[in-house]
């Protein structure tokens, strides 16, 4: 009954309209309703201690990273290094749009901010070579969602608080999937593009390239920043994302002088909002997900679900089918958020690695941001490249379907993520 009721008022909510944060105030008090301890000064304080986390520092300090990168001319640098190295080859755009959405994760985590920065530096240079517009946005939205599976994935940080995981280790195992996945795109767009007879620009000489790399070297060395310092132990991954904010800053004003002082304002402001909606977010899930604990909900669905627990690649099947079904009409964040405090008692006692649990879900979660019809960076896509929705849609379902693909071949064969996973470690 509990479970009825936590998600019959939950997409109630959502149906008529109420916004997704609010949606899971509703639920949360629905839930207390009727269990009989209706206390608005219980879902006040479990308010505040949702958003009171030392590790989700790490989210709006990313972010600032994110919008400082794009207006301070790092993610610009980052595209053109992508057009020097492979521009020349057959259908070379594309390839500079996966090279670029790689680089661009490394230095972001957002899937959000890298498709937007994409759409408007890479989309019109696509068209304008003659290459199809919806295949084009397709490309280029299945690409930023590479963002939330490389490091440092802001969604890692949400899920590694809200699972109690080990953030660092989450990055380090999305690496290689990360790569696979870009890998998946890649093939596709070979098989796509292996007919085309669009001229491709001219190869450029080594010293070109040479001089693109200069260019973008200090906005290279943020990765290998982040990533050394996880691994040395020298900073934890919040204040990682202090280091990646004041380095942003420093190199967008100072070297490339890109950034003046007085846009500070707007940027910081900008990235304050961004912050603010997933925070509350996230202070609100704390609600629902203390109620989900009290109310026992994880119990009966492992009782639900136990016919299962002796068949982990048949559970972890399951769990992707659901998330996938979710992931159409619910956003990244608010379905890690949900689900996860529901879903990590029943892959515990099923004996799954919760690392490897973790970047199966977020790569299910980052293909959740491209699937129809609440896909967050399909929209993105739409505006920042000025195209419609539709055509979006219609372009990015072959890379989509290979992304998925993948992501089940992953649980067939866990190795794939385990192996270099503890290579990294």
């Given at each position: 009954?509990t479970?009825?009721i936590?998600?019959?008022?939950?997409l109630?909510?959502?149906?008529?309209?109420i916004p997704?944060?609010?949606?899971?105030?509703?639920?949360?008090?629905s839930?207390?309703?009727?269990?009989?301890?209706?206390?608005?000064?219980?879902?006040?304080?479990n308010l505040?201690?949702?958003?009171d986390s030392y590790p989700?520092?790490?989210?709006?300090?990313f972010?600032?990273?994110?919008?400082?990168?794009?207006?301070?001319?790092?993610?610009?640098?980052?595209?053109?290094?992508?057009?020097?190295l492979?521009?020349?080859?057959k259908?070379g755009?594309g390839?500079?749009?996966?090279?670029?959405?790689c680089l661009?994760a490394?230095?972001?985590?957002?899937?959000?901010?890298?498709?937007?920065?994409?759409?408007?530096?890479?989309?019109p240079?696509?068209?304008?070579?003659?290459h199809?517009?919806a295949?084009?946005?397709?490309?280029i939205?299945s690409?930023?969602?590479?963002?939330?599976?490389f490091?440092?994935?802001?969604?890692f940080?949400?899920f590694g608080?809200?699972?109690?995981?080990s953030?660092?280790?989450?990055f380090?195992a999305?690496?290689f999937p990360?790569?696979m996945?870009a890998?998946?795109i890649?093939?596709?767009?070979?098989?796509?593009?292996?007919?085309?007879?669009i001229e491709?620009p001219p190869?450029?000489?080594?010293r070109?390239?040479?001089?693109?790399?200069?260019?973008?070297a200090?906005?290279?060395?943020?990765?290998?920043?982040i990533?050394?310092?996880?691994?040395?132990g020298v900073?934890t991954?919040t204040?990682a994302?202090v280091v990646a904010?004041v380095?942003?800053?420093?190199?967008?004003?100072?070297?490339?002088k890109e950034?003046?002082f007085?846009?500070?304002?707007r940027?910081?402001?900008a990235?304050?909002?961004?912050?603010?909606?997933?925070?509350?977010?996230v202070?609100?899930?704390?609600?629902?997900?203390?109620?989900?604990?009290v109310?026992?909900?994880?119990?009966?669905?492992?009782?639900?679900?136990?016919?299962?627990?002796d068949?982990?690649k048949?559970?972890?099947?399951?769990i992707?089918?659901?998330?996938?079904i979710?992931?159409?009409?619910?956003d990244?964040?608010?379905?890690i958020?949900?689900?996860?405090?529901?879903?990590m008692p029943?892959?515990?006692?099923?004996?799954?690695?919760?690392?490897?649990?973790?970047?199966l879900?977020m790569?299910?979660?980052?293909?959740?941001?491209i699937t129809?019809?609440v896909g967050?960076?399909?929209n993105?896509v739409?505006?920042?490249?000025?195209?419609?929705?539709d055509?979006?849609?219609?372009?990015?379902?072959?890379?989509m379907?290979?992304?998925?693909?993948l992501?089940?071949l992953?649980?067939?064969?866990?190795?794939?993520?385990?192996?270099?996973?503890?290579?990294?470690?």
């Open positions: 009954m479970i009825l936590f998600v019959g008022s939950l109630a909510a959502m149906a008529i309209g997704i944060s609010f949606a899971l105030l509703v639920c949360g008090a839930l207390m309703w009727s269990m009989d301890m209706l206390d608005t000064q219980i879902l006040a304080q505040i201690n949702g958003a989700l520092l790490a989210v709006p300090f972010l600032l990273a994110g919008e400082v990168m794009n207006q301070g001319g790092l993610s610009r640098r980052i595209v053109n290094v992508a057009l020097y492979v521009g020349h080859i259908g755009l390839y500079v749009t996966i090279v670029a959405a661009l490394a230095l972001s985590g957002s899937a959000i901010a890298d498709a937007a920065a994409l759409s408007t530096l890479l989309l240079m696509m068209v304008a070579a003659g199809d517009k295949r084009s946005a397709g490309l939205a690409a930023g969602i590479v963002a939330p599976v490091p440092p994935s802001i969604g940080v949400v608080v809200a699972a109690n995981v953030i660092s280790k989450l380090f999305g690496i990360g790569i996945l890998a998946s890649w093939v596709v767009w070979w098989w796509m593009a292996r007919t085309e007879t491709s190869r450029k000489s080594l070109e390239v040479l001089g693109a790399v200069r260019d973008a200090w906005a290279l060395v943020l990765p290998f920043i990533i050394v310092g996880l691994k040395m900073f991954p204040e994302g904010a380095y942003a800053l420093f190199v967008s004003t100072v070297i490339y950034l003046k007085s846009e500070l304002y940027v910081f402001v990235a304050a909002r961004t912050s603010s909606v997933v925070m509350f977010l202070a609100a899930a704390a609600v629902s997900a203390w109620l989900i604990t109310a026992n909900i994880p119990a009966q669905v492992v009782a639900m679900l136990q016919p299962l627990l068949s982990p048949l559970l972890m099947m399951a992707m089918v659901l998330v996938m979710v992931g159409t009409a619910m990244m964040t608010p379905t958020l949900i689900l996860t405090p529901v879903l029943l892959v515990k006692a099923a004996g799954i690695d919760p690392i490897y649990f973790g970047v879900f790569i299910n979660n980052a293909i959740g941001l129809p019809p967050v960076v399909l993105t739409a505006g920042a490249g000025k195209v419609s929705m055509a979006v849609t219609r372009g990015v379902v072959p890379f379907i290979a992304q998925f693909i992501m089940f992953m649980v067939l064969f866990p190795k794939l993520v385990l192996v270099p996973a503890h290579w990294f470690y």
